[in-house]
């Protein structure tokens, strides 16, 4: 079946880039997304990704896809204390619905 | 434009209470999901309605979880009776009926704590 998989922490100097990394399973995936989740709040989506492509760049963030590796990166440039959250990564399978990771502590270090 | 809506915001219940959950989408959006996000997990679909009816409940405990869209608007999501497991955040979401990357929107979420 459908799965997500993700690194459960992610510690990084602020000004530094921080990359998190996700694998998925179901090939026919059409879109793949990184949704952001701040202590006490709901889902916010902060990019996705058709899966024909294979690079998205949105101000300080980049996506990149390895479609082939079935391989989904996220990428935050500058990092800054307001970044720090959990970043779920997710894919839609048959289209409507959406199969999210366990996300990733992103936590900032001074 | 509104967002999805959701209430109540926190719930403390006892083990074997019930509860209940609604959900008011985006004017429009054909499609609304119920998602439930355990502590540490990523949210788990449970129930998708497209318009009134059901398309996928296929996680959905029936045993002691209930939803229902009746007028393909808003919608509620029942728990009863209540196990310390359920505690939980539940989310609502919706969609417009033609899916695409950017039209899946989440409410803030119903925190549940089961006691």
């Known amino acids: 079946g459908e799965d997500v998989e993700q690194s459960l922490f992610l510690s990084v100097r602020e000004g530094d880039s921080s990359v998190i990394n996700c694998t998925y399973t179901d090939s026919s995936s059409t879109y793949l997304y990184w949704y952001k989740q701040e202590p006490g709040a709901g889902l916010q989506l902060l990019t996705y990704?058709?899966?024909?492509?294979d690079m998205k760049q949105d101000q300080r963030l980049t996506v990149l896809l390895n479609k082939k590796d079935k391989h989904l990166s996220l990428r935050i440039a500058d990092t800054q204390t307001g970044d720090s959250a959990i970043y779920f990564c997710a894919e839609s399978y048959r289209d409507d619905k959406i199969i999210f990771g366990k996300g990733t502590r992103l936590h900032i270090l001074p | 434009e509104a967002g999805v809506a959701q209430s109540p915001r926190y719930k403390i219940i006892e083990k074997r209470q019930s509860v209940a959950f609604w959900c008011n989408p985006i004017s429009g959006h054909a499609t609304l999901y119920w998602y439930q996000q355990i502590l540490g997990q990523g949210p788990k679909l449970l129930i998708q309605f497209q318009n009134n009816g059901v398309v996928d409940d296929s996680q959905l405990p029936k045993d002691r979880f209930s939803a229902e869209r009746l007028k393909g608007v808003d919608s509620t999501l029942k728990i009863q009776p209540a196990k310390l497991e359920d505690s939980a955040v539940y989310l609502c979401?919706?969609?417009?009926?033609?899916?695409?990357?950017?039209?899946?929107?989440f409410g803030e979420g119903s925190w549940l704590t089961v006691v």
């Open positions: 979401a919706s969609s417009t009926q033609v899916f695409s990357g950017n039209t899946i929107y």
């Open positions: 990704i058709f899966s024909n492509m």
